[in-house]
């Protein structure tokens, strides 16, 4: 039986404090109507929103390594071009998506202590590779994530320049990140 566990001791304001302020960056007002004229901004809050779920999974639950296989599926289905245009141009469609990006985070952050490092290593590699590849695409333009093919998409193919670097930028600053933390967990800095 797949099951989770609960923290309760580690439900904190430090624990939450995070997660919530990116939670609160992603979902406001001003964010979600810029969202649907500025595909860079639209991108970047995917991120915001997996890894405030990510935190969020990662301090307060544990679970089974099979939940990681939710939090993958939910990024890969909302960066496939149809959906991605959908979210980015349907209100109720954008509801549903940041909410499954933010607990397929939360499913990912949970089963992570439940992975050998082996298979950690794998995944996050495959990460890189896959944003890099999608970066790439949009750096080049390609017209499916534009309104070039879905008409009803309120970004351009001018917009993916602009898009594909602050992936680039944002998948940088999480490489080093988890470079610097293994490096220190490894010579105890």
Avoid: C
């Avoid at 609160?24 to 007002?29: G, K, L, R």
């Avoid at 544990?62 to 149809?82: D, N, Q, R």
């Avoid at 093919?149 to 988890?178: A, C, K, N, R």
């Amino acid at each position: 039986m797949i099951s989770i566990k609960v923290f309760k001791d580690r439900l904190n304001v430090k624990s939450i404090a995070i997660p919530l302020a990116l939670l609160v960056i992603a979902i406001n007002p001003f964010t979600e109507l810029e969202e649907f004229s500025n595909e860079w901004l639209y991108m970047a809050m995917h991120y915001v929103l997996f890894i405030a779920g990510f935190i969020l999974g990662y301090k307060i639950f544990k679970g089974s390594g099979l939940f990681i296989l939710l939090g993958i599926a939910s990024a890969v289905f909302w960066h496939t071009p149809l959906f991605f245009n959908l979210g980015g141009a349907v209100l109720w469609i954008r509801i549903i998506e940041d909410s499954s990006l933010f607990f397929g985070g939360m499913f990912a952050g949970l089963s992570i202590s439940s992975l050998n490092n082996a298979v950690k290593v794998l995944l996050f590699v495959l990460w890189m590779a896959g944003d890099s590849v999608l970066s790439v695409i949009l750096i080049v333009g390609w017209p499916p994530y534009s309104n070039e093919v879905y008409p009803f998409s309120p970004f351009s193919e001018g917009q993916e320049l602009l898009t594909g670097l602050v992936m680039f930028g944002i998948m940088t600053v999480i490489f080093i990140y988890i470079i610097v933390k293994l490096v220190r967990g490894i010579f105890n800095i």
